[in-house]
């Protein structure tokens, strides 16, 4: 199923929900990336999202093609592509609007740090 250090693609609402499931049970941080195959800044940033996985085992990163899954992006209020929700135990802790490499990484290790301090 969800292999450590990749993004998942999701394409249906019960891979979804079950990876939502998952997360929220293993209490990690899940990294939800809104893309679409259209959208220029989302295949920009997609190569540093997959490093970042690599290098951060940790943390479960999703991604969700807001044209294949309208309704999970109608359910998180997703505007613009991309946009990255950051979950922890199905909630959301933090959110990244655009293809910004610094605020990203910066907003992970943000939540990296909560998550092991706790």
């Known amino acids: 199923m969800a292999e450590e250090g990749h993004v998942i693609s999701c394409h249906t609402i019960d891979a ?7 997360a929220n ?4 941080l899940m990294v939800v990336d809104f893309t679409a195959s259209w959208c220029g800044p989302c295949r920009f940033i997609s190569p540093f999202l997959a490093e970042l996985a690599k290098k ?7 991604k969700i093609d807001v044209d294949e899954l309208k309704s999970v ?4 209020a997703v505007e ?3 946009t990255f ?4 135990e199905g909630k959301i802790v933090d959110k990244v ?3 910004k490499k610094e605020e990203l990484q910066q907003t992970v290790a943000k939540h990296i740090t909560t998550a092991s301090a706790s």
Not at 16 to 22: F, T
């Open 85 to 88: 929700m950051f979950l922890k």
């Open 25 to 28: 049970a293993s209490k990690k």
């Open 80 to 82: 613009a592509m991309p």
């Open 97 to 99: 609007v655009g293809a």
């Open 56 to 62: 951060l085992p940790d943390v479960i990163f999703v």
């Open 16 to 22: 979804w929900n079950e990876h939502l499931q998952k």
């Open 73 to 76: 992006a109608t359910d998180w």
